[in-house]
């Protein structure tokens, strides 16, 4: 569909990737879920009552070592969640690995967004990895964002997440869209600010004569 947002979520099996995309597109959580190298999802959600043509794809461990590959892969994304489990240090470390590699990989498209994302908050009492959430969900560095939520729980802070990547995603894509502002007609200026130029020129002179006298 014209004009449609590409999301993917990348992290280690098993962190909940496939749960989070289910979550934030129908609100439910199934417990099991089919392992699949790669699956993608369609659907028009709604941002602040604007309709959002998107298209979530869920990319497995060994797919994205394979994409890691791709020199195509990041021009064709418009924001990208990487996920891990608060309860799996190894699955944290995957995901920094991940981040690292965007960093490296995307200089030419440095505003693609980036949230680090950690799941399975419910599961507190057996954390391994030191909590990321910040409550008011700020930009870092303009595209970096990191946050937890729990799939398995809730869908509001999943929605936000979201929501917040959607809206950064359509403010650059306007941005870009939007006419380059007009050039004042006359590259000096205006009429009024010409007229300053040439007073405060010219009482330089002025001040200079007396000064002699
Ligand atoms: N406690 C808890 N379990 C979760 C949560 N999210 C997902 N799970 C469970 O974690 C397991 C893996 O979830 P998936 O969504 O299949 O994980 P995945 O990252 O897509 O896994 P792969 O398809 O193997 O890459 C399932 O048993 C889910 O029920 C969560 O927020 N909390």
Redesign the pocket.
């Known amino acids: 569909m014209k004009g449609t947002i590409h999301i993917v979520v990348l992290?280690?099996?098993?962190?909940?990737?496939?749960?989070?995309a289910?979550r934030f597109l129908t609100g439910r959580?199934?417990?099991?879920?089919?392992?699949?190298p790669e699956m993608t999802y369609e659907r028009t959600v709604h941002v602040d009552g604007r309709p959002v043509p998107l298209k979530i794809t869920?990319i497995?461990?060994q797919n994205i070592e394979q994409k890691s590959m791709n020199k195509e892969f990041l021009n064709k994304v418009d924001g990208i969640v990487v996920?891990y489990?608060i309860n799996d240090r190894l699955s944290f470390e995957f995901a920094e690995g991940i981040c690292n590699w965007l960093k490296r990989e995307k200089k030419p498209h440095a505003h693609v967004p980036v949230v680090l994302l950690g799941?399975?908050?419910?599961?507190s009492h057996i954390r391994c990895v030191n909590s990321q959430k910040v409550e008011d969900l700020q930009w870092r560095n303009d595209s970096y964002l990191a946050t937890e939520?729990?799939?398995?729980?809730e869908t509001v802070e999943i929605t936000k997440v979201f929501n917040v990547l959607i809206r950064k995603i359509l403010e650059r894509r306007d941005s870009t869209l939007r006419p380059p502002r007009k050039l004042s007609q006359n590259p000096l200026g205006s009429p009024k600010v010409i007229r300053a130029t040439i007073k405060r020129r010219f009482s330089v002179f002025t001040r200079e004569r007396t000064s002699t006298m």
Not at 29 to 36: F, S
Not at 119 to 123: H, T
Not at 149 to 153: E, G, I, N
């Open positions: 992290g280690k099996e098993n962190v909940g990737k496939t749960a989070i289910v959580y199934l417990t099991e879920y089919a392992h699949a869920d497995s461990k996920v489990a799941n399975k908050s419910d599961l939520c729990s799939a398995s729980t």
